[in-house]
């Protein structure tokens, strides 16, 4: 920032509501906050525009699209992960929890299964400690239960990593988020392009493999958990009984329930609801499960997650602004929300003593435009 290290002129978004004034920096930390559309002297004028926290993100796997861009298409991962980190700063986003996948199907490749977690965490965590990363990079585990080598991926990894969060993930085909076997052939046809008896192959495979490893694997991923000291997640849940079992099993967030129900459940047991912004964006899933805007509507969503399209973020919480008439609740959903959801205290709020995270917004017709990022006081996009 300039000599005062100030933001001025701005619309702030605070955690219950909307201030036109100035946030103050010093020393790492908000300082202090100023009322009115008076600039000081080297104060940055934001012009009006509407200024909110950084976003954080808990659960994206846009780090492995640029590491891997097409099917058996890699690329040089450090080049792709710099790539993946400089695309979240300019969608505002200045923390985030990189998903990897751990549990792989290490007898067949055509589905793009294989092992990866170990190697890309380290190469991550090593850019990390160079200072060349825009933005807070944390670790998320994905936990497939329908898999052949979880157990050994997960004993890869120690506290030592600072895993914050991991998912329990089972993807066995007729469950959860494959429900409907028409939408997983599409989908497994189109992107993999398998023949009608490769996909029959996968369906038996992956269904024999929850069968024999299923209930192991699931002990596995809630043990690791508490191992590392993790937040745990579930993963697609469609029934009450299903959210019960996560809630026994300590989980604290529900990724994307795929029903009205599982997500009630999920409230009533205390356990955050987290849905993808695409899902708002487009105006449903693309899975054909139930869709964020009615679980707004319901009051049954606390978190968004950008999910497959960082830039999907940002916009997706002025949707929701529309819908609640509320844009401090919204964007809550993007900031304080998912900063309590992996405890991280320091930030996810403009408020005295927090981080210095900011994102500076125009609305145009509407929607958001990102003009500028600030992670730690510092301009990044």
């Given amino acids: 920032m300039t000599q005062d290290n100030c933001l001025a002129n701005a619309q702030l978004v605070l955690p219950e509501r909307m201030l036109h004034g100035a946030v103050f920096v010093e020393d790492g930390r908000i300082a202090g906050l100023e009322e009115g559309d008076h600039v000081p002297v080297g104060a940055i004028d934001l012009d009006g525009d509407v200024l909110t926290p950084g976003l954080i993100e808990l659960h994206t796997d846009n780090m492995e699209r640029h590491i891997a861009p097409r099917p058996k298409v890699t690329w040089p991962r450090e080049a792709a992960i710099l790539a993946h980190d400089a695309e979240l700063a300019g969608c505002g986003i200045t923390t985030v929890f990189d998903a990897l996948r751990v ?22 965590v090593a850019l990390r400690k160079t200072g060349f990363l825009k933005i807070n990079h944390h670790i998320h585990l994905r936990a497939e239960v329908c898999s052949e080598t979880l157990i050994e991926e997960l004993d890869e990894f120690s506290a030592a990593d600072g895993i914050g969060i ?43 493999l929850q069968s024999r490893l299923g209930k192991a694997h699931e002990a596995a991923a809630v043990a ?33 329930p795929t ?6 459940a999920s409230n009533d047991h205390g356990i955050a609801v987290m849905m993808g912004a695409p899902n708002l964006v487009r105006g449903g899933s693309h899975a054909g499960n139930v869709s964020a805007l009615e679980l707004a509507q319901n009051d049954l969503l606390d978190i968004l997650s950008s999910d497959y399209i960082p830039a999907g973020l940002m916009l997706a919480a002025f949707q929701l602004a529309g819908v609640w008439k509320d844009l401090p609740r919204a964007i809550a959903c993007v900031t304080a929300h998912p900063a309590k959801a992996a405890g991280l205290t320091s930030r996810g709020r403009i408020a005295v003593g927090l981080e210095p995270d900011f994102v500076r917004v125009a609305v145009l017709d509407g929607q958001p435009l990102i003009r500028e990022t600030w992670r730690a006081g510092t301009r990044i996009a």
Avoid: C
């Fill in 103 to 124: 549990g792989s199907v290490v007898s067949t490749d055509r589905t793009g299964y294989g092992k990866y977690a170990r190697e890309l965490a380290s190469e991550l």
């Fill in 166 to 208: 991991l998912s329990l993930m089972d993807h066995t085909p007729g469950q959860r988020q494959f429900r409907d076997l028409t939408t997983l052939r599409n989908y497994f046809k189109g992107k993999y392009a398998l023949s009608d008896t490769e996909f029959a192959e996968h369906i038996e495979r992956q269904k024999g």
């Fill in 224 to 256: 690791t958990a508490k191992r590392l000291g993790a937040v745990l997640a579930s993963h697609d849940d469609t029934t009450a009984d299903q959210v019960a079992t996560s809630a026994r099993h300590g989980v604290q967030l529900a990724e994307f």
């Fill in 259 to 264: 029903t009205i129900e599982a997500a009630q």
